[in-house]
Protein backbone atom coordinates (compact mmCIF):
# COMPACT_ATOMS: atom_id res chain seq x y z
CA UNK A 1 0.00 0.00 0.00
CA UNK A 2 3.17 2.25 0.64
CA UNK A 3 3.70 2.07 -3.19
CA UNK A 4 0.44 3.20 -3.46
CA UNK A 5 0.72 6.12 -1.35
CA UNK A 6 3.96 7.65 -2.43
CA UNK A 7 2.87 8.02 -6.42
CA UNK A 8 2.68 11.75 -7.57
CA UNK A 9 -0.86 12.60 -6.84
CA UNK A 10 -2.83 13.26 -10.05
CA UNK A 11 -6.07 11.96 -10.32
CA UNK A 12 -9.39 12.91 -11.89
CA UNK A 13 -12.39 13.74 -10.58
CA UNK A 14 -16.23 13.58 -13.11
CA UNK A 15 -18.04 16.36 -11.67
CA UNK A 16 -21.65 16.03 -12.24
CA UNK A 17 -22.80 19.92 -10.78
CA UNK A 18 -26.96 19.28 -10.94
CA UNK A 19 -26.33 15.16 -10.17
CA UNK A 20 -28.40 12.96 -12.85
CA UNK A 21 -31.02 15.95 -13.33
CA UNK A 22 -31.11 15.63 -17.63
CA UNK A 23 -33.67 16.93 -20.41
CA UNK A 24 -33.46 13.90 -21.79
CA UNK A 25 -34.54 10.18 -21.06
CA UNK A 26 -32.51 7.86 -22.45
CA UNK A 27 -33.72 4.26 -22.25
CA UNK A 28 -30.75 2.59 -20.96
CA UNK A 29 -29.29 5.57 -18.91
CA UNK A 30 -27.83 3.98 -15.67
CA UNK A 31 -27.47 7.67 -14.43
CA UNK A 32 -30.98 8.38 -14.58
CA UNK A 33 -32.04 6.78 -11.11
CA UNK A 34 -29.25 8.12 -9.04
CA UNK A 35 -31.88 10.88 -8.46
CA UNK A 36 -33.28 8.56 -5.62
CA UNK A 37 -30.22 8.59 -3.91
CA UNK A 38 -31.28 11.72 -3.06
CA UNK A 39 -34.62 12.00 -2.47
CA UNK A 40 -35.25 14.58 -0.20
CA UNK A 41 -33.23 17.38 -2.53
CA UNK A 42 -35.61 19.96 -4.45
CA UNK A 43 -32.81 21.33 -5.98
CA UNK A 44 -29.84 18.95 -7.48
CA UNK A 45 -27.42 22.67 -8.45
CA UNK A 46 -24.18 22.90 -6.38
CA UNK A 47 -24.04 25.68 -4.25
CA UNK A 48 -21.26 28.49 -4.89
CA UNK A 49 -19.08 28.02 -1.77
CA UNK A 50 -19.44 24.11 -2.34
CA UNK A 51 -18.28 24.84 -6.04
CA UNK A 52 -15.68 26.83 -4.89
CA UNK A 53 -14.51 24.51 -2.51
CA UNK A 54 -14.36 21.53 -5.06
CA UNK A 55 -12.29 23.88 -7.68
CA UNK A 56 -9.95 24.94 -5.23
CA UNK A 57 -9.32 21.66 -3.73
CA UNK A 58 -9.06 19.69 -6.90
CA UNK A 59 -6.54 22.23 -8.29
CA UNK A 60 -4.15 22.33 -4.88
CA UNK A 61 -4.18 18.28 -4.89
CA UNK A 62 -2.91 17.74 -8.57
CA UNK A 63 1.00 17.54 -8.57
CA UNK A 64 1.15 18.11 -12.14
CA UNK A 65 1.47 21.50 -14.11
CA UNK A 66 -1.91 20.58 -15.98
CA UNK A 67 -5.07 19.93 -14.64
CA UNK A 68 -8.18 18.71 -16.13
CA UNK A 69 -11.68 19.27 -15.07
CA UNK A 70 -14.42 17.03 -16.41
CA UNK A 71 -18.09 18.47 -16.26
CA UNK A 72 -20.86 15.86 -16.75
CA UNK A 73 -24.43 15.50 -15.73
CA UNK A 74 -27.01 14.50 -16.30
CA UNK A 75 -27.26 17.59 -18.19
CA UNK A 76 -24.81 20.29 -17.09
CA UNK A 77 -25.73 22.70 -19.78
CA UNK A 78 -28.85 22.95 -17.40
CA UNK A 79 -26.80 24.83 -14.83
CA UNK A 80 -27.01 27.89 -17.67
CA UNK A 81 -23.88 29.61 -18.97
CA UNK A 82 -23.71 31.67 -16.47
CA UNK A 83 -22.50 29.15 -14.06
CA UNK A 84 -19.67 28.03 -16.37
CA UNK A 85 -18.71 31.67 -16.00
CA UNK A 86 -18.21 31.64 -12.77
CA UNK A 87 -16.58 28.08 -13.24
CA UNK A 88 -14.02 30.23 -15.04
CA UNK A 89 -13.39 32.85 -12.84
CA UNK A 90 -12.90 30.72 -9.92
CA UNK A 91 -10.52 28.31 -11.50
CA UNK A 92 -8.39 31.73 -12.44
CA UNK A 93 -8.78 32.49 -8.89
CA UNK A 94 -7.06 29.39 -7.79
CA UNK A 95 -5.10 28.56 -11.04
CA UNK A 96 -1.49 29.79 -9.40
CA UNK A 97 0.97 28.89 -12.26
CA UNK A 98 -0.97 25.45 -13.02
CA UNK A 99 -2.93 25.32 -16.35
CA UNK A 100 -6.02 24.65 -16.41
CA UNK A 101 -8.33 22.31 -18.98
CA UNK A 102 -12.14 21.65 -18.79
CA UNK A 103 -13.97 19.03 -20.82
CA UNK A 104 -18.05 19.38 -21.03
CA UNK A 105 -20.36 16.13 -21.63
CA UNK A 106 -23.18 17.26 -23.21
CA UNK A 107 -26.22 15.49 -25.25
CA UNK A 108 -26.06 18.76 -27.44
CA UNK A 109 -29.63 19.75 -27.68
CA UNK A 110 -29.48 23.13 -25.82
CA UNK A 111 -26.35 24.50 -27.60
CA UNK A 112 -26.58 27.56 -28.93
CA UNK A 113 -24.25 30.48 -30.41
CA UNK A 114 -24.06 31.68 -27.27
CA UNK A 115 -22.20 28.59 -25.76
CA UNK A 116 -20.58 27.83 -28.52
CA UNK A 117 -18.45 30.94 -28.30
CA UNK A 118 -18.38 31.13 -24.80
CA UNK A 119 -17.13 27.17 -25.44
CA UNK A 120 -14.28 29.07 -28.33
CA UNK A 121 -13.61 31.69 -25.97
CA UNK A 122 -12.31 29.51 -23.45
CA UNK A 123 -10.77 26.29 -24.96
CA UNK A 124 -13.38 24.15 -23.74
CA UNK A 125 -13.65 20.23 -25.58
CA UNK A 126 -16.72 19.31 -25.74
CA UNK A 127 -18.31 15.51 -25.88
CA UNK A 128 -21.10 15.15 -27.71
CA UNK A 129 -23.19 11.58 -26.91
CA UNK A 130 -24.75 10.58 -30.14
CA UNK A 131 -25.80 6.81 -30.80
CA UNK A 132 -25.25 7.01 -34.78
CA UNK A 133 -27.32 8.22 -37.85
CA UNK A 134 -31.36 9.25 -37.08
CA UNK A 135 -32.98 6.13 -37.32
CA UNK A 136 -30.39 4.81 -34.72
CA UNK A 137 -30.17 7.09 -32.51
CA UNK A 138 -33.71 7.94 -32.08
CA UNK A 139 -34.00 4.37 -30.77
CA UNK A 140 -33.17 5.15 -27.02
CA UNK A 141 -32.09 8.98 -26.96
CA UNK A 142 -35.59 10.85 -26.49
CA UNK A 143 -36.97 13.46 -24.61
CA UNK A 144 -39.10 13.42 -21.63
CA UNK A 145 -42.15 13.42 -23.48
CA UNK A 146 -40.98 10.44 -25.63
CA UNK A 147 -40.11 12.87 -28.85
CA UNK A 148 -36.82 12.51 -30.50
CA UNK A 149 -33.89 14.34 -29.93
CA UNK A 150 -31.34 13.66 -33.07
CA UNK A 151 -32.86 16.57 -34.85
CA UNK A 152 -31.65 19.14 -32.16
CA UNK A 153 -28.47 17.37 -31.34
CA UNK A 154 -27.19 17.48 -35.29
CA UNK A 155 -28.40 21.29 -34.72
CA UNK A 156 -25.93 21.72 -31.87
CA UNK A 157 -23.06 19.50 -33.87
CA UNK A 158 -23.53 22.14 -36.54
CA UNK A 159 -23.26 25.24 -34.14
CA UNK A 160 -19.99 23.59 -32.87
CA UNK A 161 -18.84 23.32 -35.89
CA UNK A 162 -19.85 26.52 -37.39
CA UNK A 163 -17.54 28.42 -34.34
CA UNK A 164 -14.63 26.16 -34.85
CA UNK A 165 -15.20 24.38 -31.00
CA UNK A 166 -12.94 21.35 -30.81
CA UNK A 167 -15.65 18.16 -29.91
CA UNK A 168 -15.76 14.60 -30.05
CA UNK A 169 -18.28 12.18 -29.73
CA UNK A 170 -19.60 9.55 -27.10
CA UNK A 171 -21.57 6.66 -28.36
CA UNK A 172 -23.11 4.09 -26.33
CA UNK A 173 -23.04 0.11 -28.48
CA UNK A 174 -26.30 -1.18 -27.53
CA UNK A 175 -28.61 -3.94 -28.58
CA UNK A 176 -29.91 -1.90 -31.58
CA UNK A 177 -26.71 -0.14 -33.30
CA UNK A 178 -24.90 -3.10 -32.68
CA UNK A 179 -26.17 -4.37 -35.49
CA UNK A 180 -24.99 -0.95 -37.81
CA UNK A 181 -21.43 -1.02 -37.14
CA UNK A 182 -20.41 0.48 -40.69
CA UNK A 183 -23.64 3.12 -40.69
CA UNK A 184 -22.95 4.25 -36.98
CA UNK A 185 -18.86 4.32 -37.54
CA UNK A 186 -19.43 6.22 -41.13
CA UNK A 187 -21.64 8.83 -39.58
CA UNK A 188 -19.47 9.78 -37.10
CA UNK A 189 -17.08 10.65 -39.76
CA UNK A 190 -19.40 12.77 -41.81
CA UNK A 191 -20.45 14.82 -39.12
CA UNK A 192 -16.65 15.81 -38.29
CA UNK A 193 -15.64 13.75 -35.21
CA UNK A 194 -12.01 13.38 -35.42
CA UNK A 195 -11.74 11.33 -31.86
CA UNK A 196 -14.59 9.14 -31.32
CA UNK A 197 -15.68 6.84 -28.18
CA UNK A 198 -17.88 3.36 -28.47
CA UNK A 199 -19.26 2.57 -24.79
CA UNK A 200 -20.96 -0.99 -24.61
CA UNK A 201 -23.61 -0.81 -22.59
CA UNK A 202 -24.40 -2.98 -19.82
CA UNK A 203 -26.81 -3.21 -17.06
CA UNK A 204 -28.54 -5.32 -14.96
CA UNK A 205 -31.70 -5.39 -13.48
CA UNK A 206 -34.18 -6.65 -10.51
CA UNK A 207 -36.60 -9.53 -11.00
CA UNK A 208 -37.79 -8.74 -7.76
CA UNK A 209 -39.84 -5.35 -6.44
CA UNK A 210 -37.87 -2.72 -7.06
CA UNK A 211 -36.09 -1.18 -4.05
CA UNK A 212 -37.41 2.59 -3.68
CA UNK A 213 -38.15 1.99 -7.57
CA UNK A 214 -34.44 1.72 -8.09
CA UNK A 215 -34.50 -0.85 -10.95
CA UNK A 216 -30.83 -1.27 -11.90
CA UNK A 217 -28.63 -2.83 -9.55
CA UNK A 218 -25.08 -2.65 -8.20
CA UNK A 219 -22.23 -5.11 -9.51
CA UNK A 220 -22.09 -8.29 -6.93
CA UNK A 221 -25.36 -9.19 -7.12
CA UNK A 222 -25.25 -12.48 -7.95
CA UNK A 223 -29.20 -13.78 -7.58
CA UNK A 224 -32.77 -12.97 -9.12
CA UNK A 225 -31.63 -10.64 -11.60
CA UNK A 226 -31.34 -10.22 -15.21
CA UNK A 227 -29.44 -8.47 -18.29
CA UNK A 228 -31.59 -5.97 -20.13
CA UNK A 229 -33.03 -6.09 -23.40
CA UNK A 230 -31.23 -2.91 -24.58
CA UNK A 231 -27.87 -4.26 -23.26
CA UNK A 232 -25.41 -5.52 -26.16
CA UNK A 233 -24.78 -8.84 -26.43
CA UNK A 234 -21.19 -9.82 -26.25
CA UNK A 235 -20.70 -11.56 -29.65
CA UNK A 236 -22.56 -8.56 -31.27
CA UNK A 237 -20.35 -5.91 -29.65
CA UNK A 238 -17.37 -8.19 -30.94
CA UNK A 239 -18.35 -7.88 -34.09
CA UNK A 240 -18.99 -4.22 -33.89
CA UNK A 241 -15.38 -3.75 -33.30
CA UNK A 242 -13.95 -5.92 -35.52
CA UNK A 243 -15.82 -4.95 -38.44
CA UNK A 244 -15.12 -0.64 -38.08
CA UNK A 245 -11.56 -2.29 -37.34
CA UNK A 246 -11.31 -3.50 -40.46
CA UNK A 247 -12.51 -0.38 -42.17
CA UNK A 248 -10.47 2.23 -40.00
CA UNK A 249 -7.10 -0.21 -40.40
CA UNK A 250 -7.45 -0.07 -44.11
CA UNK A 251 -8.18 4.04 -44.47
CA UNK A 252 -8.67 5.88 -41.76
CA UNK A 253 -5.32 5.21 -38.98
CA UNK A 254 -3.90 8.38 -38.54
CA UNK A 255 -6.95 10.31 -39.93
CA UNK A 256 -9.73 9.21 -37.21
CA UNK A 257 -9.15 8.26 -33.79
CA UNK A 258 -11.05 5.44 -32.38
CA UNK A 259 -10.02 5.30 -28.84
CA UNK A 260 -10.32 1.66 -28.03
CA UNK A 261 -8.15 1.04 -30.64
CA UNK A 262 -5.66 3.53 -29.22
CA UNK A 263 -5.84 2.67 -25.74
CA UNK A 264 -5.23 -1.30 -27.58
CA UNK A 265 -2.48 -0.17 -28.85
CA UNK A 266 -0.83 1.62 -25.79
CA UNK A 267 -1.33 -1.89 -24.25
CA UNK A 268 0.13 -3.67 -26.69
CA UNK A 269 3.65 -1.64 -26.55
CA UNK A 270 3.68 -1.63 -23.12
CA UNK A 271 2.75 2.20 -22.43
CA UNK A 272 -0.19 3.07 -19.97
CA UNK A 273 -3.67 2.74 -22.01
CA UNK A 274 -5.08 6.04 -20.29
CA UNK A 275 -8.62 4.15 -20.38
CA UNK A 276 -9.15 2.70 -16.40
CA UNK A 277 -11.34 0.04 -17.93
CA UNK A 278 -7.87 -1.52 -19.85
CA UNK A 279 -5.95 -0.88 -17.09
CA UNK A 280 -4.47 -3.40 -14.96
CA UNK A 281 -6.19 -1.82 -11.53
CA UNK A 282 -8.32 1.35 -11.79
CA UNK A 283 -9.76 3.67 -8.63
CA UNK A 284 -7.92 7.24 -10.12
CA UNK A 285 -11.00 8.72 -11.07
CA UNK A 286 -13.94 9.70 -8.72
CA UNK A 287 -17.18 10.94 -9.24
CA UNK A 288 -18.34 14.16 -7.25
CA UNK A 289 -22.37 14.81 -6.92
CA UNK A 290 -24.17 17.53 -6.60
CA UNK A 291 -24.03 18.08 -2.99
CA UNK A 292 -19.99 17.59 -2.58
CA UNK A 293 -20.66 13.61 -2.18
CA UNK A 294 -17.44 11.31 -3.22
CA UNK A 295 -17.86 7.99 -4.87
CA UNK A 296 -15.05 5.46 -5.90
CA UNK A 297 -16.35 5.42 -9.28
CA UNK A 298 -18.92 6.85 -12.08
CA UNK A 299 -19.95 3.57 -12.33
CA UNK A 300 -20.30 2.44 -8.97
CA UNK A 301 -22.40 5.50 -7.33
CA UNK A 302 -23.86 3.15 -4.71
CA UNK A 303 -24.01 3.49 -0.87
CA UNK A 304 -21.52 1.21 -0.52
CA UNK A 305 -19.02 2.95 -2.93
CA UNK A 306 -19.21 6.68 -1.21
CA UNK A 307 -15.75 7.83 -0.01
CA UNK A 308 -17.37 10.86 1.88
CA UNK A 309 -17.62 14.15 1.25
CA UNK A 310 -15.47 17.33 0.47
CA UNK A 311 -16.96 19.47 3.22
CA UNK A 312 -15.93 16.85 5.66
CA UNK A 313 -12.82 14.64 4.18
CA UNK A 314 -10.14 16.16 1.91
CA UNK A 315 -10.18 14.76 -1.48
CA UNK A 316 -6.43 13.77 -1.23
CA UNK A 317 -7.28 11.99 2.33
CA UNK A 318 -10.17 10.18 -0.01
CA UNK A 319 -8.26 8.90 -3.14
CA UNK A 320 -5.50 7.95 -0.77
CA UNK A 321 -8.03 5.84 1.63
CA UNK A 322 -7.82 2.19 2.58
CA UNK A 323 -11.13 1.62 0.51
CA UNK A 324 -10.29 3.66 -2.80
CA UNK A 325 -7.33 1.72 -2.95
CA UNK A 326 -8.83 -1.37 -2.08
CA UNK A 327 -11.40 -0.76 -4.80
CA UNK A 328 -8.46 0.04 -7.83
CA UNK A 329 -6.60 -3.17 -6.41
CA UNK A 330 -9.43 -5.71 -6.73
CA UNK A 331 -9.59 -5.12 -10.67
CA UNK A 332 -6.52 -6.97 -10.50
CA UNK A 333 -6.89 -9.24 -7.47
CA UNK A 334 -9.68 -10.58 -8.14
CA UNK A 335 -9.19 -11.67 -12.15
CA UNK A 336 -10.00 -15.21 -12.53
CA UNK A 337 -8.11 -17.82 -13.55
CA UNK A 338 -9.20 -18.07 -16.63
CA UNK A 339 -8.39 -14.22 -17.56
CA UNK A 340 -5.07 -14.71 -15.42
CA UNK A 341 -4.15 -17.18 -18.16
CA UNK A 342 -5.77 -16.02 -21.02
CA UNK A 343 -3.11 -14.76 -23.58
CA UNK A 344 -4.67 -10.93 -24.10
CA UNK A 345 -4.99 -10.33 -20.75
CA UNK A 346 -1.97 -7.92 -21.51
CA UNK A 347 -4.64 -6.06 -23.68
CA UNK A 348 -7.96 -6.20 -21.31
CA UNK A 349 -6.96 -6.85 -17.87
CA UNK A 350 -10.73 -8.25 -17.09
CA UNK A 351 -11.72 -5.14 -18.54
CA UNK A 352 -14.69 -3.10 -16.15
CA UNK A 353 -15.41 -4.37 -12.89
CA UNK A 354 -18.66 -3.47 -13.10
CA UNK A 355 -19.43 -5.92 -15.67
CA UNK A 356 -17.76 -9.17 -14.12
CA UNK A 357 -20.87 -11.30 -13.44
CA UNK A 358 -20.38 -13.88 -15.45
CA UNK A 359 -19.04 -17.40 -15.05
CA UNK A 360 -16.27 -18.70 -16.74
CA UNK A 361 -15.92 -22.20 -17.75
CA UNK A 362 -14.23 -23.85 -15.25
CA UNK A 363 -17.26 -22.42 -12.84
CA UNK A 364 -15.38 -19.59 -11.23
CA UNK A 365 -17.34 -16.17 -10.94
CA UNK A 366 -16.39 -13.19 -12.09
CA UNK A 367 -15.74 -13.47 -15.33
CA UNK A 368 -16.72 -10.38 -17.32
CA UNK A 369 -19.71 -10.36 -19.24
CA UNK A 370 -17.91 -9.13 -22.71
CA UNK A 371 -15.37 -11.36 -22.75
CA UNK A 372 -16.09 -13.16 -25.57
CA UNK A 373 -16.50 -9.60 -27.34
CA UNK A 374 -12.93 -8.55 -26.64
CA UNK A 375 -11.12 -11.88 -27.51
CA UNK A 376 -12.76 -12.13 -30.81
CA UNK A 377 -11.92 -8.20 -31.00
CA UNK A 378 -8.03 -8.83 -29.74
CA UNK A 379 -7.13 -12.08 -31.52
CA UNK A 380 -8.62 -10.30 -34.74
CA UNK A 381 -6.27 -7.67 -34.39
CA UNK A 382 -3.31 -8.72 -32.82
CA UNK A 383 -1.05 -8.45 -36.38
CA UNK A 384 -2.13 -5.34 -36.86
CA UNK A 385 -1.27 -4.13 -33.60
CA UNK A 386 1.82 -6.08 -33.54
CA UNK A 387 2.73 -4.20 -36.87
CA UNK A 388 2.24 -1.19 -35.48
CA UNK A 389 3.82 -1.54 -32.84
CA UNK A 390 7.06 -2.44 -34.42
CA UNK A 391 6.83 0.85 -36.46
CA UNK A 392 6.73 2.99 -33.54
CA UNK A 393 9.47 0.90 -31.73
CA UNK A 394 11.68 1.44 -35.08
CA UNK A 395 10.09 5.32 -35.05
CA UNK A 396 8.13 5.47 -37.88
CA UNK A 397 4.47 6.11 -38.55
CA UNK A 398 1.62 3.40 -37.27
CA UNK A 399 -0.18 4.73 -40.14
CA UNK A 400 2.11 2.67 -42.43
CA UNK A 401 -0.08 -0.20 -41.17
CA UNK A 402 -2.61 0.74 -44.54
CA UNK A 403 0.11 0.08 -46.98
CA UNK A 404 1.07 -2.96 -45.17
CA UNK A 405 -2.52 -4.63 -45.03
CA UNK A 406 -3.28 -3.29 -49.10
CA UNK A 407 -0.24 -5.56 -49.45
CA UNK A 408 -1.82 -8.47 -47.92
CA UNK A 409 -4.91 -8.00 -49.39
CA UNK A 410 -3.95 -7.66 -52.69
CA UNK A 411 -1.50 -10.72 -52.10
CA UNK A 412 -4.48 -13.09 -51.03
CA UNK A 413 -6.92 -11.58 -53.56
CA UNK A 414 -3.91 -12.79 -56.18
CA UNK A 415 -3.10 -9.42 -56.79
CA UNK A 416 0.24 -8.26 -58.63
CA UNK A 417 1.75 -4.50 -58.44
CA UNK A 418 3.49 -3.87 -61.58
CA UNK A 419 6.58 -1.98 -60.54
CA UNK A 420 8.17 0.34 -62.67
CA UNK A 421 11.07 -1.00 -63.62
CA UNK A 422 12.19 -4.39 -65.07
CA UNK A 423 13.03 -6.81 -62.71
CA UNK A 424 15.94 -9.26 -63.35
CA UNK A 425 15.05 -13.48 -62.76
CA UNK A 426 16.71 -13.69 -58.92
CA UNK A 427 15.29 -9.86 -57.73
CA UNK A 428 12.37 -10.88 -55.11
CA UNK A 429 9.05 -11.30 -56.65
CA UNK A 430 6.73 -8.08 -57.03
CA UNK A 431 3.12 -10.33 -56.04
CA UNK A 432 5.24 -10.20 -52.51
CA UNK A 433 5.52 -14.34 -52.05
CA UNK A 434 9.01 -13.51 -50.48
CA UNK A 435 10.56 -16.16 -53.33
CA UNK A 436 12.64 -15.23 -56.38
CA UNK A 437 10.98 -14.23 -58.90
CA UNK A 438 12.11 -17.12 -61.69
CA UNK A 439 10.77 -19.60 -58.83
CA UNK A 440 7.35 -17.84 -58.38
CA UNK A 441 5.79 -15.81 -61.16
CA UNK A 442 7.92 -15.67 -63.53
CA UNK A 443 6.23 -18.06 -66.12
CA UNK A 444 2.82 -15.46 -66.45
CA UNK A 445 4.64 -12.40 -65.48
CA UNK A 446 8.07 -12.85 -67.52
CA UNK A 447 7.35 -9.70 -69.70
CA UNK A 448 8.54 -7.91 -66.89
CA UNK A 449 11.84 -9.51 -66.60
CA UNK A 450 14.91 -6.84 -68.21
Known amino acids: MDLYLNKPIAFSVMAKPIGSICNLNCTYC ?3 EKQKLYSSTSDYRIREPLLEKFIKDYIEAQQVPSVSFVWQGGEPSLLGIDFFRKVIDLQQKHAGKKKIENSFQTNGTRLDDEWCRFFKENNFLIGISIDGPEFIHNR ?13 VMKGIDLLRKHKVEFNTLSVVHRHNSQYPLEVYRFLKEIGSGFIQFIPIVERETLAEPKDGVRLVPPGVQSDVRVTEWSVLPEDFGRFLTTIFDE ?34 CGNAVVLEHNGDIYSC ?19 GMMQSPEQYKFGSDKLEKLPRYCVECDYRFACHGECPKHRF ?6 EYGLNYLCKAYKMFFSHVHPYMQ ?10 APANVMKWTKKADDQKAGVVTVPQKKIERNDPCPCGSGKKFKNCCYDRLGFLAG
Open 30 to 32: YYL
Open 140 to 152: YRVYKNGQPSFSD
Open 248 to 281: WVRKDVGRYYVQVFDVSLANWVNEAPGLCVFSET
Open 298 to 316: DHFVYPEFKLGNILEKSLV
Open 358 to 363: DYAPDG
Open 387 to 396: FMGDELSKKR
